[in-house]
């Protein structure tokens, strides 16, 4: 039995083993159906949105924490796909409901994480697409540098509306980029990595046009937002910009031309609020993409 | 190369610049009353705290009581700690608080006007607000032409001005066109912000996006589909000390005039051309000139008695503090109200509000035709072979709501009329922005779309002086309903005469 609908965030769990797709939905209905109070009006199912996260191994933990922070702002389905390939063939599955009060109701979202072992790692897509809300877009949040040739990532992007990747969390940079690139007529690609870099571009934009021949910029940050920064200016100012990266955690200066810019005024977002805003988006954006090719 | 001035920025693509009005100066006329303390330094605050405020900028509050400006910055410190919607930051609060002062004005004056006109100027100069000034009226009607002449005497060669006037506008359409002169005579309509609240809700603009955004609702929102409407703006609070004011409103120039009107035209209104100001207006102001006076039998008035709200015993209004044991004054209005165009022309439109109501309440409740044959068998369901409803719930638990007839699981084939749901706090998690903080912002970027027009003001006073002038015909027999009720029987017998009643609640 549920906890009282007033306790904050509700959680009613299912765990089960080698599962079928049908048992996962048969699970999903009855955690439902438990999470609203006997004699109580129904609580709401509410969804915008399927979340899919590809979410190898090593990610588990940071893409959870992640999602903590952004469920309730976004209601939806989420899916967790954990592939660990090495292991023996089958699907192991963990389901819940995630209920948030509003008044005497409560809305609910599900979080349904898979783990695709042995060769189900190999077919995610045919796993995902049945879980699929119809008629909502659906995000993929993908954990790490994708292997840019498999076919994990081909199906996933060709069930998917945006593909959102951090390329902070990637070694090979800037080559990565040019692998992006491949993708853009395929997907909408928008990159945590790029949102992180916003208040300090509109902070540059804001010295427009002071900042019209710069030559060089150094950036206190990762090298993913100093690449970024970089084939920014060079896109958009129609001429090169030399870059130099000074690595940091975050994002924390930008010189121009060996001057210090001032700081943007704010905050930098946290993970969930970064994430969030991707999740607003629906379209291309022609001025990343732009970004990205004159990055590499 | 130099650039030049009107080279556009290549930089500033794509960038989600929020809209930021213009360094500017807010000027509260009524600085020392509640609807300061309650809405407009919360909405300030919560406005600073998304950085939605320029950075030069500056609040000055004005009102007859004497403060210094410590007293002032202490006073509104506590109303954003005790109404602001977001936890107090102190650093936010200190940004807001760094560039406000108050003056002491006695509205018929001169002498405070120039103290006033002085403490603008150095803030000027302070804070480069570059003369820009926008007027906040949150005092009575009788204090409001004063201040409109002293404002356009003083006013200064650089810079905007907007004047943001509360309701009620006047008192009757006499009143309010003497006004709408005055204000005419010295600014132009793109300088007159004339709020009404109910506008600035998210819910209100919800019901723009429901019908123009979405392509299944607008071809059956006319005659044809439509049954009748129903709108409540239900009050559960009494008069919370303002006899004075109220005695000389009632719940016709309350609520009735422009709360309930407005919502009226934005249910009713064709699809404007585009989401200006102007074509919006023109399109509300259409529906307010195809309403005519409802005759007597088609309006009902209201006065509470005692009674008990939500457990608590509460007085009739006659025994409220600073009301006339006698009073006539009308605590509730329902009406049976037509649109006479080719589209609404026989659908009537039921609307009531009221104060002392069972609950707080407000609704747009849209009544579709019947099924015209159900081919099931007696016994299917009376419940369930009721006619589609469209709600729209404007406040609390904002959202849209349809209630569609279902099969219930079994055997045979019963019906019930079941609900679907879309709760605004579901779909968006983030906290909805009050009303103020949206007008507001509007009136500093100079976007008139959600106030009303010198025009649709006086269609609004028209009709209600029209039906005042029946009223003072006779003396009613008040109180004829008890406080924690759903108003007088007449209101229910408002629709039982035409086969029909007010929803379920």
Redesign the interface.
């Given at each position: 039995m549920a906890p009282p609908l007033n306790a904050g965030i509700i959680e009613d769990d299912w765990t089960g083993e080698d599962v079928s797709i049908a048992q996962i939905e048969r699970e999903l209905a009855r955690l439902r159906v438990d999470s609203a109070e006997e004699s109580a009006q129904p609580n709401l199912r509410t969804s915008v949105m399927t979340h899919i996260a590809w979410v190898p191994p090593e990610w588990q933990h940071a893409a959870e924490e992640t999602l903590a922070g952004m469920a309730e702002r976004h209601p939806s389905r989420t899916l967790l796909l954990v592939p660990k390939p090495d292991e023996d063939d089958g699907l192991d599955a963990q389901l819940s409901i995630r209920c948030f009060p509003i008044g005497d109701r409560a809305v609910c979202g599900e979080v349904i994480e898979l783990i695709l072992r042995g060769d189900r790692a190999a077919a995610p897509a045919s796993i995902a697409l049945p879980l699929l809300i119809s008629d909502l877009p659906v995000f993929i949040r993908w954990r790490g540098e994708p292997q840019w040739d498999s076919p994990e990532l081909a199906q996933l992007v060709g069930i998917v509306d945006r593909l959102i990747v951090d390329s902070t969390e990637w070694k090979n940079l800037p080559a990565g980029y040019a692998r992006l690139v491949e993708l853009f007529d395929r997907v909408a690609v928008s990159d945590i990595a790029w949102e992180r870099t916003e208040r300090w571009r509109a902070l540059l934009a804001s010295l427009w046009p002071g900042i019209r021949d710069v030559k060089a910029i150094r950036v206190h940050g990762t090298a993913a937002q100093g690449y970024l920064l970089a084939g920014w200016l060079r896109s958009r100012l129609g001429h090169g910009v030399e870059v130099e990266v000074d690595e940091h955690e975050r994002l924390e200066g930008v010189d121009l031309d060996g001057e210090p810019a001032p700081f943007p005024p704010g905050k930098p977002p946290v993970a969930s609020d970064v994430l969030s805003a991707q999740l607003d988006r629906f379209g291309r954006d022609p001025v990343y993409e732009a970004a990205v090719r004159a990055a590499t | 190369?130099?650039?030049t001035k009107e080279?556009a920025?290549?930089?500033?693509?794509?960038?989600?610049?929020r809209r930021r009005p213009d360094p500017c100066i807010l000027v509260i006329f009524g600085a020392s009353g509640d609807l300061t303390t309650k809405k407009l330094l919360p909405a300030l605050y919560a406005l600073a705290v998304r950085?939605l405020l320029p950075d030069n900028f500056a609040i000055v509050g004005a009102a007859r009581s004497t403060e210094t400006d410590d007293g002032f910055r202490e006073r509104m410190q506590q109303a954003v700690k005790d109404h602001a919607r977001d936890p107090f930051d102190d650093e936010t609060w200190e940004r807001l608080a760094s560039a406000m002062r108050y003056v002491t004005l006695d509205f018929a004056d001169d002498k405070g006007e120039d103290e006033l006109a002085q403490v603008l100027t150095d803030l000027d100069k302070e804070h480069n607000t570059r003369g820009n000034r926008v007027y906040y009226f949150a005092v009575p009607p009788s204090a409001i032409g004063t201040l409109i002449e002293e404002i356009a005497e003083r006013r200064s060669a650089e810079g905007w001005v907007r004047l943001v006037i509360e309701k009620p506008f006047g008192h009757d359409l006499e009143s309010a066109k003497e006004l709408n002169a005055l204000l005419q005579k010295n600014f132009t309509e793109e300088e007159v912000f004339r709020i009404d609240h109910y506008l600035g809700k998210e819910t209100v603009q919800n019901m723009l996006a429901l019908r123009f955004a979405n392509g299944i609702f607008e071809p059956i929102w006319n005659r044809q589909f439509i049954d009748h409407v129903q709108i409540t703006v239900a009050e559960s609070i009494g008069i919370e000390g303002r006899a004075g004011y109220y005695e000389q409103a009632g719940a016709i120039r309350d609520i009735f005039q422009n709360h309930l009107l407005q919502l009226v035209a934005i249910t009713a209104m064709e699809p404007p051309i585009d989401f200006t100001a102007d074509m919006v207006r023109n399109e509300k102001l259409k529906v307010l000139k195809a309403m005519h006076t409802p005759g007597p039998k088609h309006i009902v008035r209201g006065q509470y008695g005692p009674g008990f709200v939500e457990g608590v015993e509460v007085p009739g209004y006659r025994e409220e503090q600073g009301v006339d044991p006698s009073s006539t004054t009308d605590t509730f209005v329902a009406a049976k109200l037509f649109v006479d165009n080719w589209r609404w022309a026989d659908t009537p439109f039921y609307v009531r509000m009221g104060k002392r109501l069972a609950r707080r309440e407000t609704t747009i409740a849209i009544q579709f035709k019947r099924a015209p044959h159900p081919p099931f068998e007696d016994g299917a369901g009376e419940e369930g072979l009721r006619p589609n409803v469209l709600l729209i719930h404007v406040q609390?638990?904002e959202g849209v709501s349809l209630a569609i007839g279902a099969k219930v699981p079994g055997q045979g084939m019963r019906i019930r009329t079941v609900h679907m749901?879309?709760?605004y706090?579901?779909?968006f998690?983030?906290g909805l922005p009050d009303a103020y903080e949206r007008l507001i912002l509007d009136a500093m970027l100079g976007d008139q779309t959600l106030f009303t027009r010198s025009d649709e003001i006086e269609e609004q006073w028209s009709l209600v002086d029209a039906i005042v002038a029946f009223w003072q015909r006779d003396r009613p027999q008040f109180p004829n309903y008890a406080a924690g009720t759903w108003g007088p029987t007449a209101a229910d017998e408002l629709l039982h005469r035409d086969g029909r009643s007010w929803r379920r609640h």
């Open positions: - | 190369m130099t650039a080279e920025n290549p930089l500033a693509e794509g960038l989600q610049l950085r609390p638990n749901d879309f709760l706090g579901g779909a998690r983030e």
